[in-house]
């Protein structure tokens, strides 16, 4: 079974820095997915970015990018020029050729203003 | 653009009820939809996924059940509930089935069984 590893239970940074959120996975799948969400205090899951795995290529969507090494397994998320709005859990999840995402337990980043 | 709407956004229901929360997706057509708990202080947990109309496919044995009676609705129920499945319930859909296809969320349900 798919496992996704969040070690970070808690992150913290000032507003305007960048912030890197860690995430591992197991699979011996060679074809899957790997996604970043965003819970806000509203409890609503926000899609942030997508990998797909057979891409070498990081994925970016604006000021969140990914670092994406599939040898390693490892899914980071880079979020550049946080801002208050960033702050909320981030959930990693792993999605393969089976229905469903399997997710890691989520990071809370807290961002100082 | 396809929206995903599920109810009641909030529950409180004594051990031994019944219980439905509903979820509606439009904008697509025979999307596959899903049910997610979240117990506090934890990542999701697929619960049901569903691929078309009254097919069900459950995740994980346990005091709840789902049906799909129309294309695009998703129920989950419980005929009597126990405190342990309070938590917040998340119904999802994505287009088709399949690892690249991004499963998108309703707004959740909270649910405390007291």
């Known amino acids: 079974a798919q496992t996704v590893t969040q070690s970070q239970p808690e992150m913290s940074v000032q507003e305007a820095e960048t912030v890197t959120l860690s995430c591992t996975y197991d699979?011996?799948?060679?074809?899957?997915?790997l996604f970043w969400y965003k819970q806000p205090p509203s409890r609503q899951m926000i899609l942030v970015i997508r990998q797909e795995a057979y891409k070498q290529q990081n994925a970016t969507e604006n000021r969140f990018s990914v670092n994406f090494q599939k040898a390693a397994k490892s899914f980071s998320l880079k979020i550049s020029d946080s801002q208050l709005g960033d702050a909320a859990m981030y959930f990693c999840?792993?999605?393969?050729?089976?229905?469903?995402?399997?997710f890691g337990k989520g990071t809370h980043l807290i961002i100082q203003p | 653009s396809q929206t995903i709407h599920q109810w009641p956004a909030t529950l409180v229901q004594p051990v031994g009820s019944p219980l439905s929360l509903e979820c509606t997706v439009e904008g697509t057509s025979n999307p596959n939809l899903y049910w997610y708990r979240q117990a506090a202080g934890r990542g999701l947990q697929l619960l049901f996924y569903s691929v078309g109309i009254g097919q069900i496919s459950s995740e994980v044995p346990q005091n709840l059940s789902a049906s799909r009676p129309q294309d695009r609705q998703f129920i989950l129920s419980s005929k009597k509930l126990l405190l342990s499945d309070s938590g917040f319930y998340l119904c999802?859909?994505?287009?088709?089935?399949?690892?690249?296809?991004?499963?998108?969320f309703g707004e959740g349900s909270w649910l405390t069984v007291v």
């Open positions: 699979t011996s799948e060679s074809d899957y997915y």
């Open positions: 999802a859909w994505s287009v088709l089935k399949g690892a690249g296809n991004t499963i998108y």
């Open positions: 999840a792993y999605r393969s050729a089976a229905d469903g995402l399997t």
